[in-house]
C-alpha cells in the first residue's frame, strides 16, 4: 500500500535543471552580499579589503555563471526531445 520511501537524492534527481540553474544563481548573489557584510565588518587594510572583495566577486560571479548555463542546458535539452 505505502511506496518506498525515497532517498534524497532521487528527490534531488527529479527535480529539472532550471530549479538547480535557480539556486546556483541565488546561491552566487547570496555568498557575495554575505561576503560583503563579514569584510565590513573585519578590521583589514584596504589592499586585504580590495582583494576579499575581488575573490568574492569572482566566486560569485562563477555560480551565477553556472547557473545560467544550467538553465540553459535545461532548454536546450528540453527543445530535442
Not at 55 to 61: E, K, N, R
Request: aromatic letters at 10%; charged letters at 20%.
Amino acid at each position: 500500500m505505502s511506496e518506498k520511501p525515497t532517498s534524497i537524492i532521487e528527490r534531488m534527481k527529479q527535480q529539472p535543471l532550471w530549479f538547480w540553474g535557480y539556486c546556483f544563481i541565488f546561491g552566487g548573489i547570496f555568498s557575495n552580499l554575505a561576503m560583503a557584510m563579514l569584510i565590513d565588518a573585519g578590521d583589514m587594510r584596504r589592499a586585504q579589503e580590495k582583494a576579499s572583495q575581488l575573490g568574492a566577486a569572482v566566486g560569485g560571479g562563477i555560480m551565477i555563471l553556472v547557473g545560467i548555463v544550467i538553465i540553459i542546458v535545461h532548454f536546450i535539452r528540453r527543445r530535442k526531445n
